[in-house]
């Protein structure tokens, strides 16, 4: 009977030290660039040893990669939360929002790890691999929306692909105005070109 609370604690724990860890490694990789940072020196930040920064990550790229994976779990849920009478360009908007407005409420640290990803070649490929997959996974949902046998045929594919182009599209000028540039008025601009493409009718 205490052994499921016990599990839980621990859980939680666990999730703690890994999100205290992450958030020392992205706060000084943003400061100082990818490879000006060491794992010793993230730990120290962290108030941790560096074999328990091991016992959560891999490497300083598993870090971004962890926080990448956090973002693309965050639009699938949200696509497949949304009201099934929205139109794919109302959903996709929303599901591409998820993460913007997550950088929008944090906007001086995320504009830094977003230049740090967009600017870093190790990590930016990595970012790209994980877009193919959200494209992947985002297809699934709206196949299943739409109705369609299959998240392979094109119209799922092309929406999605397109909805991420426009999320890349957004956070590069972001990123390339410092700042300047109001993210919620860009995916707005973008999703108002893309949505005649993303509400045609599947073929």
């Known amino acids: 009977m205490t052994t499921r609370p016990e599990a839980s604690l621990a859980q939680r724990k666990r999730q703690l030290v890994s999100d205290e860890l992450s958030q020392a490694a992205l706060n000084l990789l943003a400061q100082k660039g990818f490879d000006a940072v060491t794992v010793d020196e993230i730990a120290a930040a962290a108030g941790m040893s560096k074999r328990t920064f091991f016992r959560y990550f891999a490497s300083k790229e598993d ?19 949304r009201p099934a ?26 504009l830094r790890v977003v230049q740090l990803i967009l600017g870093t070649p190790a ?20 196949a299943d929306r739409l109705g369609l ?12 692909g397109m909805a991420l182009t426009a999320f890349d ?35």
Do not use: N, Y
């Open 63 to 81: 870090v971004v990669v962890q926080f990448l994976g956090e973002m693309g779990a965050g639009m699938r849920a949200e696509l497949a939360g």
């Open 85 to 110: 009478e929205e139109s794919p360009s109302v959903a996709l908007r929303h599901t591409v929002w998820v993460p913007i407005d997550a950088c929008a409420g944090h906007a001086e640290q995320a």
């Open 123 to 142: 990590l930016h490929a990595r970012f790209l691999e994980r877009q193919a997959q959200w494209r992947d996974e985002l297809a699934g949902e709206l």
């Open 149 to 160: 046998g299959s998240a392979t045929g094109l119209h799922p594919r092309l929406a999605a």
């Open 169 to 203: 599209v957004v956070l590069q000028l972001w990123s390339a105005s410092d700042g300047a540039e109001d993210p919620a008025e860009l995916t707005d601009r973008a999703f108002a070109t893309i949505a005649p493409a993303l509400d045609a009718l599947p073929v």
